[in-house]
């Protein structure tokens, strides 16, 4: 029983809800049962929609068996990873040297008790460092993916969405501990993704994203790391696109069934470099937003190691 | 009036069903707090009782007591929150290695890391049962799966949980200089 008893030690919070938070759910439930439509009618909406789930779910597999868009972005991954491979090394990250990274991006922040959700964008640059480093980030003015969102967060007084400035030391980072042998790495990630909830394919496809993010991943990590996602089932091509900058990229995607949300990475064919991430929602999504709408994104505008924090290349 | 009368009752006389809300509201949402925190577990254990209105029909009369399906159908509508907790848990075992140190809470830190890693069925059943004091056989209802089925699934979750080497901690920084 140690296991369930270290569990139950955990100490996140376990305090009575507010009075007030009873009080509004309460009448939350009396406003929904007074509300309610007559029993006949419901029935069938509740069918409806269980409906239109089972097509949802049949889309996402229809989307996943297809070979062919797996067998293209492979084809795409491998001609990055190739490029990678062709780079001269770059020497591992030096005590009082930081890898620099500044992004453009925006995800969701979710106010589950006023009931809205915005993307919050942030303009983001960090400093990696060995013994240390540094983030700096500045809000924008927030974006509503509904204009019930927008309403609801106009009824709670507009709230600020992000701080408008935050700068935060960061401790200090170790090396990527990752092996450069393509097979290795499949291995490794593989192991690291096993039993996740959201799906293994899943989860190697968002360490492979964790990895070449913010990084200091040399030119040899790179390259196996589009090699594995070459080789991740239900990775599928998007094809040539450009980003929110206007460089011309590739993208692949994994589409999750569990979550519905489609990831995109897009990378730079002719340099391999990370350019933009993207998070789509997909029918069936939880917050009821339309297949297609855009819950995420950051791009990557200037990387770099500098020697100096604060520095930039 | 037992949960199961009071349901039946809410089919003539819909407002009945706020005796159900009396009874389990601060159940709910304690158990949906301890998984993604105060407040995202408001929103959550309000929409609990406005499904569970919905889905009154559907009830086992036969079962007196309504928590283990209020608690299924709140361990349903935390699926969508996978992200925060997912987040809770990693904040956590970062700031249980970090900040208490190696003597203080390396077990805690362990577990909070295993329970991120675990298949979102054994989770839930793990934590049904570890969090909201369920029986074995009130998950199987909470979570509409036969008893064997919650017992593998919580075997599974525990030998994880005691499994020397599912979380690999990261080793220290060779380089300190």
Same mark, same amino acid.
């Given at each position: 029983m140690a296991e369930l008893d270290v569990l139950r030690s955990l100490p996140f919070p376990v305090a009575e809800p507010s009075e007030e938070a009873r009080a509004r759910a309460r009448s939350r439930l009396l406003r929904h049962i007074r509300h309610s439509r007559p029993v006949r009618r419901r029935r069938l909406l509740v069918a409806a929609v269980a409906l239109a789930a089972v097509g949802a779910v049949g889309a996402l597999i229809g989307v996943g068996v297809h070979g062919d868009g797996n067998a293209s972005a492979a084809t795409a991954l491998r001609h990055a990873a190739a490029v990678a491979r062709r780079q001269a090394p770059t020497p591992p990250l030096?005590?009082?040297?930081y890898a620099y990274s500044k992004s453009v991006q925006a995800f969701l922040v979710i106010d589950g008790d006023k009931g809205w959700t915005a993307l919050g964008p942030k303009v983001r640059e960090v400093w990696i460092g060995r013994r240390g480093g540094l983030l700096h980030e500045t809000s924008g003015k927030p974006k509503f993916l509904s204009s019930g969102d927008y309403e609801r967060w106009v009824a709670a007084g507009?709230?600020?969405?992000?701080?408008?400035e935050a700068t935060e030391r960061l401790g200090p980072t170790p090396p990527l501990?990752?092996?450069?042998?393509p097979d290795a790495l499949f291995e490794k990630l593989r192991a690291k993704a096993e039993g996740n909830g959201n799906g293994v394919d899943a989860e190697m496809f968002t360490l492979v994203g964790d990895a070449l993010r913010e990084t200091d991943a040399s030119p040899a990590l790179r390259a196996s790391l589009y090699e594995v996602a070459a080789r991740i089932?239900?990775?599928?091509l998007v094809g040539p696109t450009t980003d929110r900058v206007g460089r011309r990229g590739v993208a692949v995607a994994y589409s999750n069934s569990h979550n519905h949300e489609r990831s995109e990475l897009i990378f730079d064919?002719?340099?391999?470099?990370?350019?933009e991430e993207e998070t789509v929602a997909l029918d069936g999504n939880a917050f009821g937003y339309?297949?297609?709408?855009?819950?995420g994104y950051a791009t990557y505008i200037s990387t770099g190691v500098v020697d100096r924090l604060g520095a930039r290349p | 009036m037992t949960d199961a009368q009071a349901i039946g009752a809410s089919l003539a006389d819909?407002?009945?069903?706020a005796v159900l809300f009396d009874r389990h509201f601060d159940a709910v949402h304690g158990y949906a707090q301890r998984r993604v925190g105060p407040d995202l577990a408001d929103e959550v254990a309000a929409e609990t009782f406005t499904r569970a209105f919905d889905q009154?029909?559907?009830?086992?009369?036969?079962?007196?007591?309504?928590r283990p399906w209020l608690l299924g159908i709140a361990a349903n509508l935390l699926r969508r929150h996978w992200r925060s907790e997912r987040r809770r848990l990693d904040a956590y075992s970062r700031s249980a290695r970090t900040?208490?140190?190696?003597? @203080?809470a390396p077990f805690a830190a362990e577990a909070a890391a295993t329970l991120r890693k675990l298949p979102r069925r054994e989770r839930e059943a793990l934590l049904l049962l @570890?969090? @909201?004091?369920?029986?074995y056989e009130e998950i199987g209802v909470a979570l509409g799966v036969p008893i064997g089925t919650v017992r593998s699934r919580i075997s599974r979750a525990r030998a994880r949980l005691r499994g020397p080497d599912l979380d690999q901690r990261p080793k220290e920084a060779a380089d300190n200089g």
């Open positions: 030096a005590p009082g040297h507009r709230p600020r969405v992000n701080a408008p501990d990752l092996p450069t042998n089932p239900g990775v599928e064919p002719k340099t391999s470099a990370l350019l339309p297949e297609g709408t855009v819950t | 819909p407002e009945v069903f009154r029909r559907r009830y086992d009369a036969s079962r007196d007591d309504a900040e208490h140190g190696k003597e @203080a @570890a969090w @909201a004091d369920l029986s």
